[in-house]
């Protein structure tokens, strides 16, 4: 069982940039695939960028890419998720997940289904 921490969330205004902060609680090593997910108001979970276990690969959803850049630090346990220009379309609930490291698929880590342990979510409002 691996416990996930977010960070980083908070009240911006359309432009702003935010970095959300994921790693696991206690010493276990972050020896997953890791992804963000969001979930805004009366909205389904959504897709927002996933990292293989390495480093080495990446998927953004087409809404973020170009935005947003997911990345990861395994020595220091830590993935993050820089979101530049925001927009008020942004505005969810933003969650990290980890997944036992198999063979990356980019579009099969794009599934929530995928993912075996969730964060509890940070929230992030853009707003002017």
């Known amino acids: 069982q691996v416990q996930l921490v977010e960070s980083g969330g908070g009240l911006v205004q359309p432009g702003d940039s935010l970095r959300l902060s994921c790693g696991p609680s206690?010493?276990?090593?972050?020896?997953?695939?890791m992804g963000w997910f969001r979930q805004a108001p009366g909205k389904e979970r959504e897709f927002v960028a996933a990292?293989?276990?390495?480093?080495?690969?990446?998927a953004y959803a087409d809404s973020v890419r170009g935005r947003f850049t997911i990345s990861r630090d395994n020595a220091e346990r830590t993935m993050w998720l820089q979101m530049n220009n925001l927009k008020s379309e942004d505005t969810a609930v933003y969650s990290c997940?980890?997944?036992?490291?198999?063979?990356?698929?980019?579009?099969?880590?794009?599934?929530?289904?995928?993912?075996?342990?969730w964060g509890q979510g940070t929230q992030v409002t853009v707003s002017s």
């Open positions: 990292i293989s276990w390495a480093g080495s690969s990446k």
């Open positions: 206690g010493d276990r090593p972050l020896k997953y695939h």
């Open positions: 997940a980890a997944a036992s490291t198999g063979i990356w698929n980019s579009t099969a880590y794009r599934s929530a289904l995928i993912y075996n342990f």
